[in-house]
């Protein structure tokens, strides 16, 4: 199942802190969202907030074109997947993914059946029986996404899910996520503060900073055509343009992805001097030097210069942002 | 719902401080009997308590019991915590079990066996002999809070100061103790606490010399009076007063 | 030698003076008193035979047996009255509490602690009086004519204890409460639980380890306590130790007091026994 998600004017302050600022969004059903943003930019407020958990200070929620003003948790065609999972240590994992259907009164076959059929979804059904603490992290994180997805909820919330995996599970565990959503079909709001997590699974990705919107849309909307400084600077590194080389004046300024400065391209910045680069695999990442400006510029292999050479260097499709006062 | 809970908290509050309050109340008792109707207020039970030298000389020998007793059990848990929580010893688990099992036997029969034993061996009771007792009975408590706090954080200061060239020694008094001081700190209190107020060990195990608690029991056995109310309070109130202190100026959580 | 030698020998050297201390004064002691409850009195003398006289004498003999079961009584009552009444404080606490505020409230729920313990039990004596506060105050209030008779009978005995235990159990439950993850609860009531069955099926749960070793540690305590129920009982009814200090003040009687304290601890360690299952807990 599956619903349109709609948050008009929300607020929310925590004492005298403004942890959410007028937010307006819009998402469709079957959407992957991603909230994307630094510690303490809101994102966690908003998932409590849509999942019931906190009320707004003001501004309205609707979920599937219902206002869910006043609707507890238990009430909300949401589920959430919590941080540290809040597996229910005492129960079996089939009694765990099977819990929110018990609570729907339904019978013990049919839920039985039912979360057999999420568990081999995520790949743990020989482990029905066994206990949480039995299970390693990268498992029990399943069992919870199969628990919130037994209820066949409207939308389904993640709260930071792969934080406490290492790169590799956390890669895996991306795909899977992006692969049950399709699957399932159902709205997936996701929390995270990593940008590369955020371009790997969203359709759409809202950039949070300081209870703010900063900037919103497809992945590569978002990377190669940000709205703002906070949100180019967060999606990766960023250079910025003297105002004479780029078409800036006063409160705008041309900013270039590393990938886009090089020794070849559209403008020329002048003789620079490598002062270091690093290995990454598939590029090298480079220091430029020119006058007092240092620029980070990704070369692919094969086209590094000689330590402290100094090169002709270009840049190409720069992006007019507004600075910030 | 809301309310239920704050009608709950206010009855069980009301259960909890009835006697206190009745005990602090009729200390101030003018008349004879620490019961209603209350006459007074009158400060002369605590001049009384205040004056009575038997009294008085209880409260420091429980003074003196509880410190003495309680640093020596102090010093006896650390070095236990410090011994296990290094390495893993041979029958470590049936150590620690050895070391706890005190806590779990009733005090009349822990003061019971020493009072045979030193009867055998030829010790008169005394403050020493009780405190022997209170020894043993705070030594569980002692080495169970500093083990509980003896985690890796502690464990990779003290690698990196043997590392940087600390001796043994070195490496307790300048790594160790003080990365421990608050749980060293709540055992040390605890045990005052635990040794001040205990009777029955105390009862047993003293004869000329007594601690606070047996002599406000003989003080019972004379009935009803104003004055127990006004020991009872002074001892009660001093007590919290420490505690209040300790809590706003060694307990207190930095506000980070 | 190796390191790893000198290390253990030198952690050795660090417990021992606590093993040793506990030996000489608690293990030694305690062997000796087994051995003495199957010692008899002749007269003045101990006689050390090696016979279960005693502990026959405590299973045959009334007034003993009915200490034994005075005992048992008082103390199951005392537990469960004592968890049934701290576990909402503990939970209020816990949760309505505004979380700065959780700490001094919790401080005041235990601040009668800090009254000596004998004269806790005094304060009661006085409270349960024929002429204390309460008789008078529901004399006053008018709903008793005269006064009844509570000092001096179980009931006060069950009083004195559960003042004292529910401070005790109030604050292991809830330190035990304050670990549980609030996204334990949340959990529930996102997956569809309204408050009863959150609380049934998931709090109760996690909580019981918790509630279990408070229980264990109220039954130790209560079986084993001298002072309040020689306080606030009266002579009707003796609990074990009670008697255990009759032995020894009429008539010096070591080798019975010494049997009935082994009975005790017998009691306790069947206690641990039953409750051992729910003292651990793994947890995710």
């Known amino acids: 199942m599956t619903a349109d998600v709609t948050l008009e004017g929300v607020n929310h302050r925590f004492g005298d802190f403004d942890a959410l600022r007028d937010i307006t969004l819009s998402f469709d059903a079957g959407e992957f969202v991603v909230l994307l943003g630094p510690s303490g930019c809101g994102k966690s407020t908003l998932l409590f907030i849509l999942g019931g958990f906190l009320e707004p200070r003001s501004g309205t929620v609707k979920i599937g074109g219902q206002d869910m003003a006043g609707v507890a948790p238990k009430d909300r065609p949401t589920t959430t997947m919590f941080q540290d999972y809040a597996l229910f240590p005492h129960m079996s994992l089939r009694d765990n993914v099977g819990f929110g259907l018990r609570m729907k009164r339904q019978s013990k076959a049919k839920r039985n059946a039912r979360a057999d059929e999420m568990l081999d979804l995520v790949g743990l059904l020989d482990k029905a029986r066994a206990k949480p603490h039995e299970l390693s992290g990268g498992q029990r994180q399943r069992v919870a996404l199969a628990r919130a997805l037994a209820v066949e909820p409207e939308v389904l919330l993640l709260d930071e899910p792969l934080g406490a995996l290492d790169l590799n599970l956390r890669r895996q565990m991306q795909e899977e996520l992006k692969a049950i959503q399709r699957k399932v079909g159902t709205t997936f709001i996701h929390v995270t503060h990593d940008q590369e997590e955020a371009m790997a699974i969203a359709d759409r990705i809202v950039v949070m900073n300081a209870g703010q919107i900063e900037d919103q849309g497809r992945p590569e909307d978002v990377y190669l055509r940000p709205k703002t400084l906070f949100s180019a600077n967060f999606m990766g590194d960023i250079n910025r343009l003297p105002n004479t080389l780029a078409k800036a004046s006063g409160t705008t300024a041309a900013c270039v992805r590393p990938e886009n400065i090089g020794l070849s391209g559209e403008i020329a910045l002048g003789d620079a001097t490598l002062e270091s680069s690093a290995f990454f695999g598939t590029y090298h990442r480079c220091h430029f030097r020119i006058a007092e400006t240092t620029y980070v510029a990704h070369l692919p292999i094969g086209a590094l210069p000689e330590p402290g050479a100094t090169v002709p260097l270009f840049a190409s499709n720069p992006v007019l942002l507004e600075m910030p006062e | 719902m809301r309310a239920l809970s704050w009608i709950y908290i206010g009855a069980i509050f009301t259960f909890i401080f009835l006697p206190v309050v009745v005990l602090v109340l009729f200390s101030f008792q003018d008349s004879r009997l620490p019961v209603p109707p209350f006459n007074g207020p009158s400060l002369k039970w605590y001049t009384q308590v205040l004056n009575d030298r038997g009294l008085m000389e209880a409260l420091t020998n429980s003074l003196l019991v509880a410190l003495v007793s309680a640093a020596v059990a102090l010093l006896l848990g650390f070095f236990a915590a410090q011994g296990l929580a290094r390495i893993r010893l041979p029958g470590s688990v049936l150590m620690r079990g050895l070391l706890i099992a005190p806590m779990t036997v009733s005090y009349l029969i822990i003061a019971l066996g020493l009072l045979s034993m030193f009867n055998d061996l030829g010790f008169r009771p005394s403050l020493w002999t009780t405190g022997v007792g209170h020894v043993v009975i705070n030594v569980p408590l002692c080495f169970a809070i500093l083990f509980a706090s003896m985690g890796d954080h502690q464990k990779n200061a003290e690698r990196a100061a043997r590392d940087l060239g600390a001796g043994e020694v070195q490496v307790l008094f300048l790594v160790t103790a003080p ?77 980070a | 030698m190796s390191i790893e030698t000198t290390d253990k020998r030198r952690a050795f050297g660090f417990v021992a003076p606590a093993l040793l201390w506990t030996c000489a004064f608690f293990i030694l002691p305690f062997a000796a008193m087994i051995l003495l409850s199957l010692a008899h009195l002749e007269g003045r003398t101990v006689v050390q035979g090696y016979d279960f006289g005693n502990y026959i004498k405590i299973f045959t003999e009334p007034s003993l047996l009915k200490g034994i079961r005075v005992s048992l009584e008082i103390t199951l009552v005392v537990t469960v009255i004592s968890v049934v009444l701290a576990w909402p404080l503990a939970w209020i606490i816990a949760t309505r509490v505004p979380p700065r505020y959780q700490r001094l409230a919790i401080m005041l729920a235990v601040l009668p602690f800090w009254t000596s313990y004998v004269v806790r039990s005094y304060a009661w004596a006085l409270v349960l009086g024929q002429n204390g506060v309460l008789m008078q105050g529901l004399i006053g209030i008018g709903i008793l004519d005269a006064p009844i008779q509570i000092m001096a009978t179980r009931a006060a005995t069950v009083i004195g204890f559960v003042h004292f235990f529910v401070m005790l159990l109030t604050l292991t439950i809830y330190s035990n409460l304050i670990q549980l993850s609030p996204n334990y609860a949340r959990a529930a009531a996102d997956l569809g639980a309204n408050g009863w069955n959150t609380f049934r099926l998931v709090i109760l749960p996690l909580t019981l380890p918790g509630i279990m070793t408070g229980a264990f540690l109220t039954f130790v305590l209560c079986i084993g306590d001298y002072i309040t129920p020689q306080i606030l009982g009266g002579n009707n009814e003796l609990t074990m130790p009670q008697l255990i200090m009759l032995q020894l003040g009429r008539r010096g009687d070591f080798p019975m007091a010494s049997a009935l304290s082994v009975v005790l601890m017998a009691l306790v360690t069947v206690a641990y026994a039953l409750s051992a299952r729910w003292l651990k807990m793994e947890r995710v």
């Open chain 2, 179 to 255: 990365m421990l001081k608050p749980a060293l700190l709540a055992a040390y209190f605890l045990s005052v606490t635990f040794s001040w107020d205990e009777f029955i060990i105390a009862f047993l195990l003293t004869r000329f010399d007594v601690t606070l608690p047996v002599e406000i029991w003989s003080m019972l056995r004379s009935g009803l009076s104003p004055a127990t109310n006004a020991i009872g309070s002074l001892v009660f109130l001093v007590s919290i007063a420490i505690l209040f202190l300790l809590e706003f100026t060694v307990f207190r959580k930095p506000r």
